[in-house]
Nanobody, 123 residues
């Protein structure tokens, strides 16, 4: 199970930190990714992090603004989002993702999704 939290309403240029709490599977053995889905658009990969945090990937649209991290002891992955833009508005989800040497890739593994957390950025 994956439970996302931390979304909200923020003005452009602001920051939010999302959390993804995992349970029911060996969290430390899996790469985890963040995805988002805006109204009328397909779900897209935002970022992913490998099991030991040694590798991260970001979509071009968020590079330099978002930072993914994980705490294996707490079974939680975080997404620090800075310099938010209205186009970042979406429901954000976390999921297990594939790891293809030498990095994680933003392709979901299995079909386990949380309920998502809404991020709304006003202009």
């Amino acid at each position: 199970q994956l439970v996302e939290s931390g979304g909200g309403l923020v003005q452009a240029g602001g920051s939010l930190r999302l959390s993804c709490a995992a349970s029911g599977f060996p969290f430390a053995n899996y790469s985890i990714g963040w995805f988002r889905q805006a109204p009328g658009k397909e779900r897209e990969g935002v970022s992913c992090i490998s099991t030991s945090s040694g590798n991260t990937n970001y979509a071009n649209s968020v590079k330099g603004r978002f930072t993914i991290s994980r705490d294996n002891a707490k079974k939680t992955v975080y997404l620090q989002m800075n310099s938010l833009k209205p186009e970042d508005t979406a429901v954000y989800y976390c999921a297990r993702v594939l790891f293809v040497q030498p990095s994680c890739i933003m392709t979901p593994y299995g079909n386990v999704w949380g309920q998502g957390t809404q991020v709304t950025v006003s202009s």
